[in-house]
Structure formats: structure tokens, C-alpha cells
T-cell receptor, first 115, second 117 residues
Framework: AQKITQTQPGMFVQEKEAVTLDCTYDTSDPSYGLFWYKQPSSGEMIFLIYQGSYDQQNATEGRYSLNFQKARKSANLVISASQLGDSAMYFCAMREGPGGNKLVFGAGTILRVKS | SAVISQKPSRDICQRGTSLTIQCQVDSQVTMMFWYRQQPGQSLTLIATANQGSEATYESGFVIDKFPISRPNLTFSTLTVSNMSPEDSSIYLC??????????????FGPGTRLLVL
């Protein structure tokens, strides 16, 4: 069964506008962590933001915020004020269990920022 | 924060040969992992590199094909053995538990792009 689902293969956004990348997850473990990574064409994986299952508030890191809706099992990434350099592949990932370290990744969403 | 490097950054290899990829961290880390990203695909965990003992492999990956070493807390190698074109991928190492880093987050090296002809 698919643990992490990213339903948007590709997204376009106008420069300076906000964009939301969707991520839903499936787990029966009450303790888990959710991550977003950015992969530019160079291939490196850049960590963006983390949300723990017990965190009371939505995570924010600069222009990145995570819209965490636990009951819906969704963890959407919001990028505000998009920049041309935001064009990349974005992956949602999940870690399960208090001692779990394995990351399971979604299929990814390609984001293109238009000038 | 720690710096993660991988060598080589890219390589083109002939089928039937083997390639060893190195992952070096400039500070001690608790855990190291190896992932594979096939063309146009997401990342899949190959194995957890255990310091001083055999790696823990995920389903579908075996030690004979992907031998892994981790002699200390800052270094690991992944060998892709008896390569075929299907092994053409980006191979990434990641680390967890470096001093000063958020404990939950895995950080990735720059990756090794492998093309097998």
C-alpha cells in the first residue's frame, strides 16, 4: 500500500505567488515524522521542513510552511512568494515509529516557477 | 552543520564491472543510509550502514549486489557489483544524528550519478 501519496505530478506557479504542494500519508503508528525535500536538477536532496506527529503547531521555515491536518492525514507544503530558484522536484517523506529511521518517499511533484 | 561529500560525483561504467561509492561526513554521525533513485523515480532505501557490523538491507536488495561498509562514524562505502544498465541511477547517502542537527532529520550527500552502458 502506498504510504505517501503526492497526487500532483507537476505544478506551475507565477513568480511571487504562493503555491501548495499536496501530500497525504498512511500510517497506523501514532508516532511519525513528515519531511519535505527539494531536489533541483543537480540531484542533491535539500531538507526543507519537518513536522512531528505530536507537534501542536504547523511547522514553518522561512518561506516554507507545512499545513498539517492530522485527521485528514495530509501534510501539504506551502511556498510563499515563489522565486525562480524554487523550480525543482519536491518530495514528501515519512518516518514511522519512535525508533524508526527509514524514510519512505512519495513520487514527487515537479514545480515550475514562471517569470 | 556537518558537510557530507560523495565520491565520485558521477561515472560511466561498463556492464559487468563494479563501482564503489564513498560517503564522508566531517563529523561523527549516529546513522548512515544508502538510497537509490532510478531515472524519473523517487528515492528507495537500499540499506542502513551499521558501524562495525553488517548493513541492514531492505526488501529487494542483497549484500552480494550492494556490499556496504562502515568502518567508523564518519565514513561509509556502497559497492554496486556486476552492474547492468538497470543499475543506472543516482545513489545518495544520508546521515542522521550529527551534533547540532535536529534529531529527526536525515541530511543527504550530493549524490553519485551512475550510467551503466
Amino acid at each position: 500500500a502506498q504510504k505517501i501519496t503526492q497526487t500532483q505530478p507537476g505544478m506551475f506557479v507565477q513568480e511571487k505567488e504562493a503555491v501548495t504542494l499536496d501530500c497525504t500519508y498512511d500510517t497506523s503508528d501514532p508516532s511519525y515524522g513528515l519531511f519535505w525535500y527539494k531536489q533541483p536538477s543537480s540531484g542533491e536532496m535539500i531538507f526543507l521542513i519537518y513536522q512531528g506527529s505530536y507537534d501542536q503547531q504547523n511547522a514553518t521555515e522561512g518561506r516554507y510552511s507545512l499545513n498539517f491536518q492530522k485527521a485528514r492525514k495530509s501534510a501539504n507544503l506551502v511556498i510563499s512568494a515563489s522565486q525562480l530558484g524554487d523550480s525543482a522536484m519536491y518530495f514528501c517523506a515519512m518516518r514511522e515509529g519512535p525508533g524508526g529511521n527509514k524514510l519512505v518517499f512519495g513520487a514527487g511533484t515537479i514545480l515550475r516557477v514562471k517569470s | 552543520s556537518a558537510v557530507i561529500s560523495q565520491k565520485p560525483s558521477r561515472d560511466i561504467c561498463q556492464r559487468g564491472t563494479s563501482l564503489t561509492i564513498q560517503c564522508q561526513v566531517d563529523s561523527q554521525v549516529t546513522m548512515m543510509f544508502w538510497y537509490r533513485q532510478q531515472p524519473g523515480q523517487s528515492l528507495t532505501l537500499i540499506a542502513t550502514a551499521n558501524q562495525g557490523s553488517e548493513a541492514t538491507y531492505e526488501s529487494g536488495f542483497v549484500i552480494d549486489k550492494f556490499p556496504i561498509s562502515r568502518p567508523n562514524l564518519t565514513f561509509s562505502t556502497l559497492t554496486v557489483s556486476n552492474m547492468s544498465p538497470e543499475d543506472s541511477s543516482i545513489y545518495l547517502c544520508s546521515v542522521l544524528g550529527a551534533p547540532g542537527w535536529a534529531g529527526e532529520t536525515q541530511y543527504f550527500g550530493p549524490g553519485t550519478r551512475l550510467l551503466v552502458l
